[in-house]
C-alpha cells in the first residue's frame, strides 16, 4: 500500500504565496508519477499538475499559467506544488495521486491509483 499525506493548506489572502507538500510512503516514490488535483466545492476534480518520476517532465494545466510549479524530491519522499498569486478562484481542496503505471506525467484522475485525503487551502480577503 501507498501512502500519501498533503500538508500546508490553509486560508490566504488574494495575492498571496502557499507551498503545498504531499509525504509518501510504502513503496518506492521515484517509481510514480506524481500529480496534483483540486476539487472546487460544487465542482468535479480536476488536474493541476503533474511531474515524472525523475521530475525531469512537468505538465500544467492551462489555467496555471506560469502561477504554479510542481516538484519533487525522490530521496525525501516528497512532491511540492509551489502556488503563488493565489485568486479566491483557487480555492479548493488539494490533493497529490501517485501513479506507478506511466513513466510520464499525464491528466486523468483515472490514471493515478493512490490518492492523498487532500488539503484545504481557501483564498479570501
Known amino acids: 500500500q501507498v501512502q500519501l499525506v498533503e500538508s500546508g493548506g490553509g486560508l490566504v489572502r488574494p495575492g498571496d504565496s502557499l507551498t503545498l507538500s504531499c509525504a509518501a510512503s510504502?513503496?518506492?516514490?521515484?517509481?510514480?508519477?506524481m500529480a496534483w488535483f483540486r476539487q472546487a466545492p460544487g465542482k468535479e476534480r480536476e488536474f493541476v499538475a503533474a511531474?515524472?518520476?525523475?521530475?525531469?517532465?512537468?505538465t500544467y494545466a492551462n489555467f496555471v499559467k506560469g502561477q504554479f510549479t510542481i516538484s519533487r524530491d525522490n530521496a525525501k519522499n516528497t512532491v511540492w506544488l509551489r502556488m503563488n498569486s493565489l485568486k479566491p478562484e483557487d480555492t479548493a481542496v488539494y490533493y497529490c495521486?501517485?501513479?506507478?503505471?506511466?513513466?510520464?506525467?499525464?491528466?486523468?484522475?483515472?490514471?493515478?491509483?493512490?490518492w492523498g485525503q487532500g488539503t484545504q487551502v481557501t483564498v479570501s480577503s
Open positions: 510504502g513503496r518506492t516514490f521515484g517509481t510514480a508519477a
Open positions: 495521486a501517485a501513479d506507478f503505471d506511466r513513466v510520464l506525467p499525464t491528466t486523468s484522475p483515472s490514471n493515478y491509483d493512490y
Open positions: 511531474i515524472s518520476r525523475g521530475g525531469r517532465t512537468t
